[in-house]
Antibody, heavy 120, light 107 residues
Framework: QVQLQESGPGLVTPSETLSLTCTVSGYSISTGYYWGWIRQPPGKGLEWIGGIYHSGNTYYNPSLRSRVTISVDTSKNQFSLKVSSVTAADTAVYYC?????????????WGQGALVTVSS | EIVLTQSPGTLSLSPGERATLSCRASQSLSNTYLAWYQHRPGQAPRLLIYGASTRAIGISDRFSGSGSGTDFTLTISRLEPEDFAVYYCQQYGSSLTFGPGTKVDIK
């Protein structure tokens, strides 16, 4: 079965860059599928951030595109998220997931989530 | 951007009852790329339904999805204790969005 695990700092200073990594096990990123990031601010719903293919092709939420970079490291079976110039509004639980882009565009396997707080 | 509206916001039911959750899209989803997820507190969201009506692997047949165009429904035939959670719909059109969620809680 596919397993995903988010990792990274739980506290980020305003105006700095948030960085998270998702480590995938049980499935090789290079085999296929896209790999995505979704977040959930406290007390709010889910927001799609973007996704990446093992080739490096990316898709981003237009509302976040200017501040977000998603990258992939197939040698480590990992993909990563960077959000620049963060504010308190970026405080959220960040999930990584496998994305069926080109199929039915659903997320079929998810990580447990990582809480990131933006505060000085 | 396609906006999804879910109703009701909260559904209070008893175990064994039937739950009917609605998801409405601001534009027609011509390719029916509509999914449903269950989200329990402190856990990862779980895919229930994709393509509007296909159950994901390992999902109980108590869960069923239907609909097309702009109106979609998730039905839970007989609520079990573990079904009390928040349910989200998600679409992919020109971009990808989630609905605001329906909380199913115990009456």
């Amino acid at each position: 079965q596919v397993q995903l695990q988010e990792s990274g700092p739980g506290l980020v200073t305003p105006s700095e860059t948030l960085s998270l990594t998702c480590t995938v096990s049980g499935y090789s990123i290079s085999t296929g599928y896209y790999w995505g990031w979704i977040r959930q601010p406290p007390g709010k719903g889910l927001e799609w951030i973007g996704g990446i293919y093992h080739s490096g092709n990316t898709y981003y939420n237009p509302s976040l595109r200017s501040r977000v970079t998603i990258s992939v490291d197939t040698s480590k079976n990992q993909f990563s998220l960077k959000v620049s110039s963060v504010t308190a509004a970026d405080t959220a639980v960040y999930y990584c997931a496998r994305w069926s882009y080109g199929g039915f565009y659903d997320f079929d396997w998810w990580g447990q989530g990582a809480l990131v707080t933006v505060s000085s | 951007e396609i906006v999804l509206t879910q109703s009701p916001g909260t559904l209070s039911l008893s175990p064994g009852e039937r739950a009917t959750l609605s998801c409405r899209a601001s534009q027609s989803l011509s390719n029916t790329y509509l999914a449903w997820y269950q989200h329990r507190p402190g856990q990862a969201p779980r895919l229930l339904i994709y393509g509007a009506s296909t159950r994901a692997i390992g999902i109980s047949d108590r869960f069923s999805g239907s609909g097309s165009g702009t109106d979609f429904t998730l039905t839970i035939s007989r609520l079990e204790p573990e079904d009390f959670a928040v349910y989200y719909c998600q679409q992919y059109g020109s971009s990808l969005t989630f609905g605001p969620g329906t909380k199913v809680d115990i009456k």
